[in-house]
């Protein structure tokens, strides 16, 4: 968080920007945690047609935003389902609804959260393991326009967990969200550490909730038909040991250690056409850094062209562009899609532009009420593709801190690199508490890995010493790479929730797997159980 205190001016100087829009704020700021249910009934709304104001192409959501575009839905004319998920909404967001609905704003108040889960686990060859996990939570705010938030989350080591590589111990505690936030209708400032999920797909092609929660420097400026989202963040630190003499003219050494300092900075531009049947997104990235260097403003800078920059820093930076959209031709019809551009060579001329392009995309439908035609309504389905080419996010070892990844996890899809897949999901809603669902997913997963070596096949030699490839012949491979491991995972998945206060969660899987590990013929089967059952509380209290 050095970099951010010591930049605090000019988050300053942002909010005194807002300044004029401060009598439209509103008590916003505090955000969903990701994995939390409400993501969930949010999507099967916004397949329906409802909550068409929610900016659903920047996450996480922010709960006033939602309960904001609650009270601009007309339910007059609405399935029994689909209320259901309303009412959940409605009694998860029952304070937020009575402040915007009575123009009477807390001037001082406190909500204090109690999350505790216990998570029930077994896998083919293990017994059943069970892990507790529980969040606390506060949340300040002051009149209509801050909230400061905190979370911690205590867990068991081996606790399931968003991120999925963690590193703990036996038990352990962190800093989930830790922000200070400033909220009014059409801009938003934010500083500390939270969440960061861009698209419309299950998993980001740039930066995914997966990754972690980052600490970041974040606004965003909203209309009704167009919305600019900026953040940057400092990702985790590589340390570097090296030596120095000791004196002058002394042979001998001294070992020291220092970091290099990685930053991400992002920003996307969303369009919101014909009444929300169409969104467009366009947004660029790049990720930089040095030995103990603070954050450079020259790549900081929220109105900079990267790949522009790129050309004369060309070692310092590693920029990625891309574009994503949302389509509903049909109300209950989504239609979806994303493309990622690491690195494209656009001409020829020695070697090193034989590397194929680094690329990433995903097309993806989601369909609400499928059954409505027999009159069941509360059935929902959607299918997903994405393929993700070799060395898209990598990077050559010299320049390892400019890959995407946040410690041990991608930051964009949480697959990684160099892979395809396909997922498909069905769900119905039997009762108001009651969620069945059947998820089956395949995955190729290539050699290549954000962990494993850069490869440089294109620069292969002969035994006699000449390129195995020239400039005039070209290279090309096939992606995913290698000896492919394939996987099938076919799912079962019960959700109870009785209340919003509780809700209980069975996940039976089978997963088969050939090649396994990129090792050829080596195939496996496991059979995984997980079972979660979570209890909340979440009471608002005025301080005077």
């Known amino acids: 968080m050095t970099y951010l205190r010591r930049n605090f001016f000019a988050l300053l100087l942002l909010f005194l920007i807002s300044a004029p829009l401060r009598a439209n704020a509103i008590p916003g700021g505090e955000t969903f ?262 954050i450079d403003w020259r790549f900081a800078n929220p109105f900079q062209i990267y790949f522009g920059e790129q050309y004369n820093n060309s070692t310092e930076v590693n920029p990625i562009v891309g574009a994503d959209f949302s389509f509903y031709p049909y109300t209950g019809i989504n239609i979806y899609g994303g493309i990622a551009i690491d690195d494209y060579q656009a001409d020829r001329k020695e070697l090193n532009d034989l590397e194929p392009t680094e690329w990433a995309g995903t097309l993806g439908a989601r369909t609400a009420n499928i059954l409505r035609g027999w009159e069941i309504y509360g059935t929902d389905a959607s299918v997903e593709f994405t393929k993700v080419a070799n060395r898209t996010f990598h990077q050559r070892a010299l320049f390892d801190y400019q890959k995407l990844t946040f410690g041990r996890n991608p930051l964009a899809h949480v697959q990684g690199t160099d892979f395809e897949s396909v997922e498909f999901n069905v769900s119905h809603w039997f009762r108001k508490f009651l969620q069945v669902s059947i998820n089956v997913k395949a995955v190729a997963q290539g050699e290549g890995g954000l962990f494993k070596p850069f490869t440089e096949p294109w620069r292969d030699t002969n035994p006699d010493g000449t390129n195995k490839y020239t400039v005039e012949g070209g290279y090309t491979e096939t992606s995913p790479t290698g000896v492919v491991d394939r996987s099938l995972a076919l799912g079962l998945r019960i959700f109870y929730q009785p209340t919003n206060a509780f809700n209980a969660e069975l996940n039976l899987t089978n997963v088969s797997r050939s090649n396994t590990g990129n090792v050829a013929g080596m195939n496996t089967s496991d059979f995984q159980i997980f079972f979660r059952v979570l209890f909340e509380i979440q009471p608002v209290l005025s301080l005077f």
């Open 33 to 294: 945690p990701a994995g939390h249910w409400a993501y969930e009934t949010i999507e099967q709304l916004v397949v329906r047609g409802y909550l068409t104001s929610l900016n659903d192409a920047a996450k996480p959501y922010e709960r006033t935003d939602v309960a904001k575009a609650i009270l601009e839905t007309d339910k007059s004319e609405i399935d029994r389902p689909t209320l259901w998920l309303f009412n959940k909404l409605e009694q998860e967001l029952e304070d937020e609804l009575d402040w915007l609905r009575d123009g009477v704003f807390p001037t001082s108040a406190i909500r204090i959260g109690l999350r505790a889960e216990e998570n029930v686990t077994k896998q083919s060859e293990t017994p059943l393991i069970g892990r507790f996990r529980g969040r606390s939570r506060i949340a300040l705010y002051f009149a209509e326009h801050f909230v400061v938030y905190n979370s911690q989350v205590y867990q068991q080591g081996g606790a399931p967990d968003v991120v999925s590589n963690r590193v703990y111990g036996e038990s352990s505690g962190y800093t989930e969200q830790s922000f200070i936030a400033y909220h009014s209708d059409n801009f938003r400032v934010k500083f500390g550490r939270d969440y960061l999920d861009w698209g419309y797909a299950n998993s980001s092609l740039i930066v995914s909730n997966t990754a972690g929660s980052l600490d970041q420097i974040f606004f965003q400026f909203n209309s009704p038909t167009i919305r600019f989202t900026y953040f940057t963040a400092q990702l985790d630190r590589i340390p570097s040991t090296y030596f120095v003499s000791t004196a002058p003219g002394d042979s001998a050494t001294s070992q020291l250690t220092s970091y290099t300092n990685r930053y991400f900075t992002a920003e996307r531009v969303d369009f919101n056409l014909f009444g929300s049947k169409v969104r467009l997104g366009i947004w660029q990235g790049v990720i930089y850094g040095g030995l103990d260097q603070p």
